[in-house]
């Protein structure tokens, strides 16, 4: 079973790999590809436009990014240790921060500024 947590946004506005990306940089992290729509993918792949799910490896581990028409979903093992269960909060933060996405939690919807605090996320 997995941990996932989703970010809405705007009509069109899901951001594309390079933005996440960027926005991963400024919380340390590579965010390197492992898999593009199921299949291998060399780290430093742009995947197409229409890519439907990314396997990224951080450095805890692999985080997966599902992509809906105005969503994205950020998923980990449910067995996830303390350093991947930060990773993948790193993941979502970075995943909202990249178009103004909003971030669904147990306690209500929350902007990637808010998340960043809550979950101690310190962007450069």
């Given at each position: 079973?997995?941990m996932d947590?989703?970010i809405r946004?705007s009509?069109?506005?899901?951001p594309?790999?390079?933005?996440?990306?960027?926005?991963?940089?400024?919380?340390g992290?590579?965010?390197e590809?492992?898999?593009i729509d199921?299949m291998p993918a060399f780290p430093?792949?742009?995947p197409?436009?229409?890519?439907?799910?990314l396997?990224?490896g951080?450095r805890a581990?692999?985080?997966s990014?599902?992509r809906?028409p105005?969503?994205l979903?950020?998923?980990?093992?449910?067995?996830a240790?303390d350093?991947?269960?930060a990773?993948?909060?790193r993941?979502?933060?970075?995943?909202?921060?990249?178009?103004g996405g909003?971030?669904?939690?147990a306690?209500?919807n929350?902007?990637?500024?808010?998340?960043?605090?809550?979950?101690?996320i310190?962007?450069?």
């Amino acid at each position: 079973m997995g941990m996932d947590r989703t970010i809405r946004f705007s009509s069109e506005a899901v951001p594309g790999w390079p933005a996440i990306k960027a926005q991963l940089a400024r919380v340390g992290e590579t965010g390197e590809l492992r898999m593009i729509d199921g299949m291998p993918a060399f780290p430093d792949e742009e995947p197409p436009a229409d890519w439907r799910e990314l396997r990224v490896g951080t450095r805890a581990g692999m985080v997966s990014v599902r992509r809906g028409p105005d969503t994205l979903t950020c998923v980990v093992w449910g067995n996830a240790d303390d350093a991947l269960s930060a990773a993948w909060a790193r993941a979502v933060w970075a995943c909202a921060a990249a178009a103004g996405g909003v971030i669904e939690t147990a306690s209500g919807n929350v902007s990637a500024e808010q998340f960043a605090r809550e979950s101690d996320i310190a962007p450069e």
